[in-house]
């Protein structure tokens, strides 16, 4: 399912003047949203604390950690919803303003299909992909790689020393195939 939104100041903008992106659902961790569910009855807390809940994210949670804070994007009142720095409340399928607060000039590509991944058509609608879909919110730096071996030299390539007859065949040249019919 893509969400159906609007992108460019040439389309409607959001009830809250905010340009929209057609963007496939964000990728919710199993049974954590909608927020409501467990944060629906709950007063909320707004000082900086250590968390008794949501423990797994707290163990990682690397993203300006010593200046950010759960309460810094998740809307306090209204936990389904995400919070600007102004105050306006967004939707999970529109998380990209709120990384594109402090993440200006990856927004800036991000918008133009330079950052993340968008598919669709040249001139025509597109669909981008949330920031979420490629990183983790609260640690949002790739994890190093391991780096794979460098390629062989042509004289290491195990079937440079093979005969024609010893070299695997091509499977379909194995079929015989009537293309006069």
């Not at 709950?42 to 759960?70: G, K, Y």
């Not at 780096?147 to 005969?163: C, S, V």
Request: proline share 10%.
């Amino acid at each position: 399912m893509v969400f159906s939104l609007r992108a460019g100041p040439a389309f409607a903008k959001s009830s809250h003047d905010i340009p929209e992106f057609s963007v496939p659902p964000p990728p919710f961790s199993e049974d954590i949203f909608p927020c409501s569910d467990c944060h629906g009855d709950m007063e909320t807390n707004p000082e900086r604390r250590e968390l008794e809940e949501h423990t797994d994210i707290v163990a990682m949670f690397d993203h300006a950690s010593d200046q950010r804070w759960c309460l810094d994007c998740h809307n306090p009142d209204d936990r389904d919803k995400l919070r600007l720095a102004s105050g306006k409340l967004i939707t999970f399928e529109e998380s990209y303003y709120l990384c594109g607060q402090c993440h200006g000039t990856i927004f800036r590509d991000w918008k133009a299909g330079v950052h993340g991944k968008r598919t669709g058509e040249w001139n025509g609608k597109k669909v981008y992909r949330l920031c979420v879909h490629c990183h983790n919110p609260h640690s949002p730096r790739f994890k190093p790689l391991k780096p794979l071996p460098p390629p062989k030299r042509p004289e290491e390539i195990q079937n440079r020393h093979l005969t024609n007859d010893q070299i695997p065949s091509n499977p379909l040249d194995a079929l015989k195939l009537d293309v006069t019919k």
